[in-house]
């Protein structure tokens, strides 16, 4: 069964700076992997969506990269925010199903 | 823009009571999804459906039913509410076809079991 790894599980920075969040999961026979971002108490919003034949996708100051082979993708945010501040989580894809990670809840300091 | 919503942002029900939640999607999709998430657990799936009266359970199926009689209509059912089924509940959906599509999910329903 499909297993997803979030580390760190928190995370606090000032704002301005850029940082780098990571997904490993262990079955590389994926679809695509998947990255959301979750306010308190609401559900998820989709951010960027990797298919397995691709190695990165970006919109705006999100980058998320994918390596297959080892397992991994990040989410790279630059110039962060306060309004950044949030829980990410990231999702592989094998079939139908869909595999979540615990996430990473990121606090951007003013 | 595809859109998935719930029937209840807050429920509140007492132990033993039969609990509906709804949760309908507008873009035709086959497949929908009914998780449960929880602090320090994630994501659990409880069901998911990939057609009109079709279904599998999840990792977590005990204590759980589902109705899909419509595509765009898929219902989990609490046949008789205890306090550790208080959670949020998260529904979603997603085209069909063997995987490579996007999740897209409802705002989710905070259930809580007195």
């Known amino acids: 069964k499909q297993e997803v790894t979030q580390i760190p599980a928190a995370l606090s920075v000032p704002e301005g700076e850029n940082l780098v969040l990571n997904c490993s999961f262990t079955?590389?026979?994926?679809?695509?992997l998947q990255w959301f971002r979750q306010d308190p108490g609401k559900g998820l919003t989709s951010l960027l969506l990797i298919q397995s034949s691709q190695r990165e996708q970006t919109s705006g100051r999100l980058n998320a990269s994918l390596d297959k082979s080892s397992g991994r993708s990040t989410l790279y945010i630059a110039a962060s925010q306060p309004g950044d501040s949030a829980t990410y989580l990231c999702?592989?894809?094998?079939?139908?199903?869909?595999?979540f990670g615990t996430g990473t809840s990121l606090t951007v300091i003013p | 823009d595809v859109k998935v919503t719930q029937s209840s942002r807050y429920l509140v029900k007492r132990t033993g009571e039969k609990v509906f939640l709804e949760c309908v999607q507008d873009?035709?999709?086959?497949?929908m999804f009914w998780y449960r998430q929880d602090p320090g657990l994630g994501l659990r799936l409880i069901y998911f459906?990939?057609?009109?009266?079709?279904?599998e359970k999840g990792d977590i199926p005990e204590g759980y039913s589902v109705s899909r009689e419509k595509k765009e209509r898929f219902s989990l059912i609490l046949e008789s509410a205890s306090t550790n089924q208080t959670s949020m509940y998260l529904c979603?959906?997603?085209?069909?076809?063997?995987?490579?599509?996007?999740?897209?999910f409802g705002p989710g329903t905070r259930l809580t079991v007195t």
């Open positions: 079955d590389s026979a994926i679809y695509n």
């Open positions: 459906s990939y057609d009109v009266k079709m279904k």
């Open positions: 873009m035709d999709h086959e497949n």
């Open positions: 999702a592989a894809n094998t079939g139908n199903q869909f595999y």
């Open positions: 979603a959906s997603s085209p069909g076809g063997g995987g490579g599509y996007e999740q897209y």
